[in-house]
């Protein structure tokens, strides 16, 4: 009588996948978000504080302060530092609001 669920020891292994044409697959490049919005934020942040918020993950391109909305749009000069950012920012609190940060794709 044999075990239930397994199989004779084969060229695959346990667990692992061994290239071959059925599991390969191919994936788009897209272009990635350099853009982030930055919301809810307090209306005593200032855009010198977010500014600084934002150069501590890299450099970045723009910064526009939208203050009736409580929101912020700021461009990265690399879409790595865009992704950095939300991760390390999104739900954090500044002015003790916190603030929801999203990628934007051009």
Same mark, same amino acid.
């Given at each position: 009588m044999h075990g239930r669920g397994r199989g004779l020891a084969g060229p695959m292994g346990r667990g692992r996948l061994v290239p071959n044409? !059925? /599991?390969l697959r191919v994936v788009e490049c897209q272009p990635q978000p350099c853009v982030v919005s930055v919301e809810g934020l307090s209306s005593s942040t200032t855009d010198a504080q977010l500014k600084s918020l934002l150069m501590s993950v890299g450099p970045i391109q723009s910064l526009q302060m939208l203050p009736q909305q409580r929101k912020a749009?700021?461009?990265?000069? $690399?879409?790595?530092?865009?992704?950095?950012? !939300? !991760?390390?920012?999104?739900?954090?609190?500044?002015?003790?609001?916190?603030? /929801?940060?999203?990628?934007?794709? $051009?």
């Open positions: 044409k !059925q /599991n749009i700021a461009k990265f000069k $690399e879409p790595a530092h865009a992704l950095a950012f !939300q !991760q390390k920012f999104h739900r954090h609190m500044i002015d003790l609001s916190h603030i /929801n940060v999203a990628l934007i794709v $051009e």
